[in-house]
């Protein structure tokens, strides 16, 4: 069964690095998403994106966040300078249709000193 | 503003005894509500998604029925691997999942 794969599964970086969180959505979906949960926390939505260009964004997705589809088959997020608060579980997510049902990856957990 | 609440927060559940979750929400245009389970670090694995009230879905032990102000997620006859976090959320816009905090069930043989 087709399923969302994101790497690394851990990171740990020291703050004001940049890191790149890595994920292969579903093959023929066409709609991409990152969410992140902090520990103890609800999952918060950070960014749509569509044909190459950001759909919608968060209010936590500032200037130090970025995406990219860099190929076919890779969706990126970039924080370009941690903070210590950008520790958490990061998920992509891939559907078909903006209007269908969007599958999750295993997640990368992020962690800032 | 959009709200999703979901209830129990925890709940501790013995084999074989059903109980049913909540979700209730607050938002203008819903565009589908979604079941989700999440195991400890873990991703959320897709259950169910719901979009007009009187729908029911069902899977396994699993059911889920949506009202014009909430959602219930109807546990049969739990079994130990039933254990895990259920999640809750709303289509808000065109792609935007809005969560609830979910509830965590515990399932003792």
């Known amino acids: 069964e087709p399923e969302v794969t994101q790497t690394p599964s851990h990171q740990v970086t020291q703050m004001g690095q940049e890191v790149i969180l890595r994920c292969v959505p579903i093959?023929?979906?066409?709609?991409f998403y990152w969410y992140r949960q902090i520990l103890g926390q609800k999952v918060e939505f950070l960014v749509s994106f569509y044909n190459n260009e950001i759909s919608e964004k968060s209010e936590i997705f500032d200037d130090q966040f970025s995406v990219e589809r860099p190929d076919g088959s890779n969706f990126t997020l970039k924080i370009r300078s941690t903070k210590l608060e950008d520790s958490a579980m990061y998920f992509c997510?891939?559907?078909?249709?903006?209007?269908?049902?969007?599958?999750f990856g295993p997640g990368t957990r992020l962690l800032v000193l | 503003e959009d709200q999703v609440t979901q209830s129990p927060e925890a709940l501790r559940l013995q084999e074989g005894e059903s109980s049913s979750l909540n979700c209730s929400y607050t938002v203008s245009g819903l565009r589908g509500l979604f079941w989700y389970r999440q195991d400890p670090g873990k991703g959320p694995e897709f259950l169910f998604t719901?979009?007009?009230a009187g729908e029911e879905k069902e899977k396994e032990r699993l059911k889920a029925t949506l009202t014009k102000k909430e959602s219930f997620l109807h546990i049969t006859a739990p079994k130990p691997e039933d254990s895990a976090t259920y999640l809750c959320?709303?289509?808000?816009?065109?792609?935007?999942?809005?969560f609830g905090a979910g509830t965590q069930v515990v399932v003792t043989p």
């Open positions: 719901l979009y007009s």
């Open positions: 959320a709303v289509r808000l816009s065109w792609g935007k999942l809005q």
């Open positions: 997510a891939s559907s078909g249709d903006r209007d269908e049902t969007q599958y």
């Open positions: 093959s023929n979906h066409l709609y």
